[in-house]
C-alpha cells in the first residue's frame, strides 16, 4: 500500500479531534488541519505532520477523519475534499450530526466516487485518547471494510449498525436518553435533599440492580420487545405513584419538568383501558402515534 493510502488527515483538532490524533500517533501517518491555527500547538507533541489548508492534506491523504463542530461546518469541509486533486478515498464523520446530514454528506461524497462512512463516538476525551473508543458505524459494508485499518488504531469495540445514518442515529438516541435522564435524576436529587435523603443514598439506591437498569433490562427487553404486558406493576398503580411524586414536589417548593411531563401518558393509559396491565404497556401509545412495532406480538 502507498503511502498516500496509509496516511490519515484528522480535520478538526479540538477537543475530540486532537484525542483521536493521540490516539493514533505513532500507528500511521498522521496530517491534521484546523481552521484555528492556534490548535497546532495542542498537538506540537504528536507524530502528525500540519497542513496548511485543506487542498494540501487532500494531496497527502488517503482516509479523512472529520471532528467538527457543526453540520454546516461538515458539508462545506466535505465538499472541498471531494474536489480537491487527488481527493482522498474515504471520508470518516465522527462529528455529531443528523442520520439526514450524514446521508447528504454521502451523495456528496458519492457523485465524486469518494467512500464515506459515519463513525459516531459513544465515548468520553479520556477513554478516546487512549484508543478505548467505541465506534457506532453506518455505512456501506466494503466502505466500512475500507474504514476499518483507521478505526482500529483509535477503537476498543466497532460496531456497524447498518448504512450511513444509523451510526449518527444511534448517537443521537443515547445522547437524547442521557440528557432526558440527567434532568430527571437532577429533580429527583432536589425532592431527595429536601426530604433529608442524602444524595449519595440516592445514588447508591438506583445504581443497584433493580434500579435505573431495571427498566431497560426488564420492562424494555422482557417486556416492550415481547409484547408481554399481563401482570407487572399495573398502570394506574404507577399512576398513582407519579402523582404522590407530583404533590410531593409540590409541597417540598421542587419544580419539575421531565417528571412532570412524563405523567401525562399514564393519565392517557389509564383512560383507554389500560389501568391493569403492566405499566410498560405505554410502549403502546407510541406504537400508534409512530407508526412503529416495537414487538411481533403487537403486529
Sequence with gaps: MEQRQRTVGIVGLGNAGSAMATALSGKMPLVGFDANPERRQSVAHLALEWAPSLAVLAQQVGTVVLSLPKPEISKAVVTELVHATPAPELIIETSTITPQVAQELQAICQARQVRFVDAAIANGVAS????????LVGGEPEDVAYAHPALEGMAESIRHLGPVGTGMGAKVVINAVAHAVMVVLIEAGAMATKLGLPMQTLVDILRRPDGLVRPLTHRVQERIMQGQYEGGMSVSNARKDSTLALQTAQELGVPLYAIQAAHTPYEIAESLGM??????VLATL???WSGVQFSPKTM
Excluded: N
Design 275 to 280: 389501568g391493569q396491565l403492566d405499566y410498560a
Design 128 to 135: 478516546m485518547a487512549a484508543g478505548q473508543i467505541t465506534f
Design 286 to 288: 407510541w406504537e400508534q
